[in-house]
């Protein structure tokens, strides 16, 4: 079974504080994609990241896929109470998602 | 803006009765996908549809659960009989194609069993 395996996760922060979500598998794969979720509502994408090494930014967010395209991080510069919510990383050609990280920001 | 439809946003059903949800996809899109989502983990696949065909249904527990696109427009998800475990967030999702386009979700179905 192919897993996705994401870090940490909970992560409860204040607002302002950096942070770093990681995803991690065994496997290799064509690309990856990092989806926001909140209470209520089904998965929005945010990026899908393809080369070996690449990197994405999106306003404050910063995403990094592996050089061996078997893992890739998310990371938030000073973060805010609206990015609050369950970031999940998926693989898209394998329709498998990570295992999820709650991010909770406090004012 | 398009999206992904799905009924009813919440239901609550005592075991061993049966449930159906309902799911249409933003329109042109050939692909559907169900997923169940337990609360705080990450989405799991039922099945995928291109058009009316069954793509992918391999984790899909065909003993109690079953699900139709008969014209490749909307689509049924239907559990009998449901059991406690089957408490979840039900997804449906599309896309234009199968391979590589974006998913775009529907809000899902909170099924609680009781």
């Known amino acids: 079974t192919q897993l996705l395996e994401q870090s940490p996760q909970f992560l409860s922060i204040q607002e302002g504080e950096n942070l770093t979500v990681y995803c991690n598998s065994s496997?290799?794969?064509?690309?990856l994609q990092w989806y926001r979720q909140e209470p209520g509502e089904g998965p929005v994408l945010l990026v899908t990241v393809v080369t070996g090494g690449e990197v994405k930014k999106l306003k404050r967010l910063t995403f990094q896929f592996g050089d061996a395209r078997k893992d890739s991080s998310l990371h938030i510069t000073a973060a805010q109470p609206g990015d609050t919510g369950l970031y999940l990383c998926a693989a898209r050609d394998k329709l498998i998602f990570g295992t999820g990280t709650r991010l909770q920001v406090f004012p | 803006e398009a999206e992904v439809a799905q009924s009813p946003r919440y239901k609550i059903t005592e075991k061993s009765q049966a449930v159906a949800f309902w799911c249409d996809p933003i329109?042109?899109?050939?692909?559907l996908y169900w997923y169940r989502q337990i609360l705080g983990q990450g989405p799991e696949l039922l099945v995928q549809?291109?058009?009316?065909?069954?793509?992918?249904d391999s984790q899909l527990p065909k003993d109690r659960f079953s699900a139709e696109r008969l014209k490749g427009v909307d689509s049924t998800l239907k559990i009998q009989p449901a059991e406690l475990g089957d408490s979840a967030m039900y997804l449906c999702?599309?896309?234009?194609?199968?391979?590589?386009?974006?998913?775009?979700f529907g809000p899902g179905t909170r099924l609680t069993v009781l």
């Open positions: 999702a599309s896309s234009l194609t199968v391979a590589g386009d974006e998913q775009f």
């Open positions: 329109s042109g899109h050939a692909t």
């Open positions: 496997s290799v794969f064509s690309s």
């Open positions: 549809f291109q058009d009316e065909s069954v793509v992918d």
